[in-house]
């Protein structure tokens, strides 16, 4: 499952909220209890989705490009090829170190993902982007039960659907 809080960053000016999405064990408990696929279609090479698929949560990876996984308990993706209409696609990861599962030091890792990482992706820095970021985050279940280390990040455009990669779109 994943866990839904909005927050305001707060090295950000203008109106831009980050949403953050946590996982939690749920998810790793449904897939082999036969819940979504374990992962979609994946070209062999690029290891980019080639196929429409819903899949666990935990197989999300870098690059994949999504519908809108909304906000609550979650515990699956709809991904699709990035050619394709999507609402999220995932441009970073950020690998936490073991230790005490903290939201405080989650959140601010998180930050990670409207810096330096999100200017090299757009091509501008967040503050002059119009683009948002959610972030999918480790839960305390998720932290204890699945080991899940991973922050990641996640470009969305307000505007609505894209057909594409936002790499580079310097807006």
């Known amino acids: ?3 839904s ?9 203008g109106s831009a909220v980050a949403v953050s999405l946590a996982l939690t064990g749920c998810s790793a408990i449904n897939s082999i209890l036969g819940g979504g696929r374990a992962d979609a279609d994946r070209d062999e090479e ?4 080639t196929e429409s698929a819903n ?5 999300v990876k870098l690059g994949d490009c999504m519908l809108e996984t909304g906000s609550g308990m979650l515990t699956d993706a709809n991904v699709v090829p990035c050619s394709e209409p999507h609402d ?12 005490e599962y903290s939201e405080d030091a989650i959140s601010a890792a998180s930050e990670e993902c409207i810096g330096d990482a999100y200017t090299s992706f757009v091509g501008v820095s967040y503050q002059d982007s119009a683009l948002d970021v959610t972030t999918l985050t ?11 280390r991973v922050i990641q990040c996640i470009i969305v455009d307000p505007a609505g659907q894209v057909e ?7 807006r």
């Open 46 to 49: 690029t290891g980019q989705v």
């Open 55 to 59: 899949i666990d949560v935990f197989s």
């Open 88 to 99: 999220e696609e995932v441009f970073y990861e950020i690998k936490m170190d073991d230790g």
């Open 5 to 13: 809080r909005t927050r305001r960053a707060l090295v950000l000016t």
């Open 1 to 3: 499952m994943m866990k």
């Open 138 to 148: 480790p839960s305390q279940d998720s932290w204890e039960q699945a080991n899940d």
């Open 164 to 170: 594409g990669s936002l790499k580079g779109a310097a």
